[in-house]
């Protein structure tokens, strides 16, 4: 497998440009002879699809929500990023730049990190011209707040509810373009194989989650953005159904996985509360803005609150160790979300945690100093002359309601606690996946004709994503890149005329999918589909999760290799293929996670240093930041399938170098 990134040559601020400038494109008379397929709606698919659509190609969209509005893009919260300098504090494309490699640890492709950096403004104004109603300040121009890992104002936000505010407007672009009848939903199906006829994508097998039909559908390329394979640890932030299946069938069928073991743990998320748990929540780090992060300086207050014998404001002021403001005094709170993560892990280990759980896990996230500092403001700004304490809290209170009210008022919702009054809990959890399908610099993966977009695939964040780069990527993809790219494939697909499902590479492909549906319902086994996928859970958390090591690593090879085979020989699935049967669906789902995560630790095994999410013991300095190896692992990680034994995955190398970021430690001191 030769891995061929195709970045134009040239000056870096020309490189987009000039090659935007020199793809070929199909004449507009011609492009509803052209059929595009897009697996996932949330908002690189649905942006991919509404202007694929709008350009003329007749597109297939495929969910299996039973809407597009209920792709996980919805629970992003906080923001999205964008070099629009709004705030005059020095913000530019360079400066975001910089930020998402650096933040990335220096694991990430620098032509496409560059280009996410230039078209990150045209999204803001994609999305304003479409409704979005972003936060304005007093002036009417739009708002901006910090994230992680910068210094600068830049994120774009819409209270507490960025993610589907954004979803909304593209979710309204695919509904003119359904009206016009150039784009057709198929909600309610899942994307089951991928066909490849002569080398190239050329469509679907789908199976209809509501009727159990198995379905044919051709294209002349496939786009597949079905989002992150997060829920491999079973307990994380995102969404039950989020799943890995659509990249896994296609890494099967001969796309490259890049460093699958880039994962991000967020430090910012509801803590663990028992066994039973199905997911985790979380609280959005836009919070961190003014929320300070703390635990009690001394063990014996951590252990009276975990037994309930202290309350949080009892702890006096000098006693609290807001530990990320000690560390990391440049940044403070606003520290990139590996760092933040791994220190909220360093003082629960050290015995300061405040939950009360199984395992103790969980800090403070705590808004009385905003309180009192926006209260002040008000106070001056209202000129209420000696206003009391209560008073100013009360005035300071309403303010950060107007910021994160719905996060607070869902806070308290599930865990019973009025964060206005004590401090939120939270503590890491699993959140995003940085790795994904390998793609060369026009999206397409490493079979022809297939392009990923958004979080399913590798290219944009290295090892650690920034806060809010998440909706700037998927937007990205789907607005500004695929529709250039795509066409530029496409191109030469004018010839082909009508493909037809009647061939012996559909034959199969359905035949395929059908044998193993029928296994799984006439398997006699004696154990759920959740008890393996919980069982998958824990090794990976315990083993491939925030903190890994060489034996810890092996040995989860072995664990999760035989915990698959168990699954093959032991799982049991009710019901009928006829009809709605969500066992059945995640019987497939989790006989991919199974071989995905042994990759995962296969990748993190392979990578003997520490960079981002991916955190090597063995790998630290002596103030436990991450070592990297740049002379040897300064590389992305692409893997080929190569059977079923996943152990015998073949590993490619594709060199990473940098010409305009020189590389250095992180330091967010």
């Known amino acids: 497998m030769k891995l061929d990134p195709r970045i134009p040559e040239g000056d870096i601020h020309e490189k987009w440009k000039n090659h935007k400038d020199h793809m070929r494109l199909v004449a507009p008379n011609n492009r509803g002879k052209i059929d595009v397929i897009v697996i996932g709606t949330g908002l690189a698919g649905g942006s991919a699809a509404a202007s694929l659509a709008e350009m003329g190609y007749k597109v297939k969209a495929f969910c299996y929500q039973d809407s597009p509005r209920r792709a996980h893009s919805i629970a992003a919260q906080g923001g999205i990023n964008a070099a629009k300098n709004y705030q005059n504090d020095g913000d530019s494309v360079y400066r975001l730049f910089y930020d998402t490699i650096k933040g990335g640890d220096y694991r990430a492709r620098e032509a496409n990190v560059y280009r996410l950096s230039e078209v990150s403004g045209a999204i803001i104004d994609q999305c304003v011209a479409q409704g979005v109603p972003f936060a304005r300040e007093y002036g009417g121009l739009l708002d901006n707040r910090s994230f992680g890992g910068t210094q600068v104002q830049r994120t774009f936000y819409a209270a507490g509810q960025t993610g589907q505010q954004l979803l909304l407007g593209a979710y309204s672009a695919m509904n003119r373009q359904i009206g016009k009848g150039r784009l057709q939903m198929y909600n309610r199906h899942e994307m089951l194989e991928i066909v490849i006829i002569d080398g190239k994508a050329r469509g679907i097998i789908a199976r209809d989650l509501v009727t159990g039909e198995i379905e044919r559908h051709s294209a002349h390329a496939v786009v597949i953005a079905s989002g992150g394979y997060g829920n491999v ?289 006439n398997n006699k086994g004696t154990k759920s589909v959740d008890y393996f996928h919980k069982q998958l859970g824990k090794i990976m958390w315990n083993k491939v999760g925030m903190a890994r090591n060489e034996k810890g690593l092996k040995e989860a090879i072995v664990e999760i290799e035989e915990l698959r085979k168990e699954f093959w020989k032991d799982v049991k699935v009710p019901g009928s293929d006829k009809t709605i049967n969500l066992e059945l669906e995640k019987a497939g789902r989790v006989a991919d996670f199974l071989e995905l995560g042994q990759l995962m630790a296969m990748d993190a095994l392979n990578r003997n240093e520490s960079c981002g999410g991916h955190f090597r013991t063995e790998y630290q300095t002596e103030e436990g930041e991450t070592l990297r190896d740049d002379e040897k692992y300064s590389y992305v990680a692409a893997w080929e399938y190569n059977g079923e034994d996943i152990n015998k995955e073949i590993l490619h190398k594709e060199e990473l170098n940098y010409k305009y970021i020189k590389i250095a430690a992180r330091n967010y001191k």
């Open 233 to 521: 640890f079973f307990l994380s932030t995102n969404a039950m159904g989020s799943n890995g299946t659509s990249v896994w069938k296609i890494h099967k069928k001969g796309a490259a996985f890049a460093n699958p073991c880039f994962t991000q743990i967020h430090p910012t998320c509801i803590p663990v509360h028992g066994d039973q748990q199905s997911k985790l929540t979380l609280m959005s780090e836009s919070l961190r803005n003014d929320g300070r992060i703390w635990v009690p300086k001394k063990k014996e207050d951590s252990e009276a609150i975990r037994a309930g014998k202290l309350k949080p404001t009892e702890i006096k002021e000098e006693d609290r160790d807001y530990y990320l403001e000690r560390r990391y005094p440049a940044f403070g709170n606003l520290v990139p979300r590996d760092v933040a993560s791994r220190a909220a892990k360093e003082r629960c280990d050290a015995g300061y945690g405040i939950e009360n759980n199984a395992t103790g896990e969980g800090v403070y996230l705590d808004f009385s100093a905003s309180f009192v500092k926006y209260g002040k403001e008000k106070v001056n700004e209202l000129d209420i002359h000696n206003p009391s304490e209560e008073e100013i809290i009360k005035l300071g209170k309403k303010v950060v309601e107007a910021k994160y009210g719905n996060l607070f008022t869902m806070y308290e919702k599930i865990t019973g606690d009025n964060p206005y009054e004590t401090p939120m809990k939270i503590y890491p959890a699993v959140h995003y996946t940085m790795g994904g399908i390998w793609v060369d610099y026009n999206l397409m993966s490493t079979i022809p004709g297939c392009f990923v977009a958004g979080e399913a695939n590798f290219s944009d964040h290295g090892a650690n994503r920034l806060g809010a780069s998440a909706l700037m990527q998927g937007l990205a993809d789907g607005y500004f890149v695929l529709p250039y790219t795509m066409a530029d494939y496409l191109a030469d697909e004018i010839r082909t005329g009508e493909i037809s499902t009647n061939t012996p590479e559909f034959d199969e492909a359905e035949k395929h999918v059908k044998e193993r549906i029928e296994f799984f319902l």
